[in-house]
Nanobody, 115 residues
Framework: QVQLVESGGGLVQAGGSLRLDCAAS????????MGWYRQAPGKQRELVAS???????YYVASVVRRFTISRDVAKNTVSLQMNSLKPEDTGVYYC?????????WGQGTQVTVSS
């Protein structure tokens, strides 16, 4: 069974940066398109960025030119570099396949951006 463990969240002031990492218990990133999802307080979980096995990327409009997703197949990690953070980026961030697989949901990592 694959486990995904997210890390790197924290509290940061608006305009700051954070880097999130997602480590897999075994090699899966060469098999799936992977994404970072965000669940803001009181809102549904949304996909904010994804990267295919061919390293094509997608970003939701609100994070374009601020977030960068990357994958390292050799290290079994998917990362999300977040710059110029805004209070509306606050939420719990999860990594998962795209489309998401129920068995891949982890605990997520909390990102809080203060104004």
């Amino acid at each position: 069974q694959v486990q995904l463990v997210e890390s790197g969240g924290g509290l940061v002031q608006a305009g700051g940066s954070l880097r999130l990492d997602c480590a897999a218990s075994r090699s899966i990133y060469s098999l799936y398109t992977m994404g970072w999802y965000r669940q803001a307080p009181g809102k549904q979980r949304e996909l904010v960025a994804s990267v295919t096995t061919g390293v094509s990327t997608y970003y939701v409009a609100s994070v374009v030119r601020r977030f960068t997703i990357s994958r390292d197949v050799a290290k079994n990690t998917v990362s999300l570099q977040m710059n110029s953070l805004k209070p509306e980026d606050t939420g719990v961030y999860y990594c998962n396949a795209v489309p998401a697989l129920g068995r891949f949901w982890g605990q997520g990592t909390q990102v809080t951006v203060s104004s």
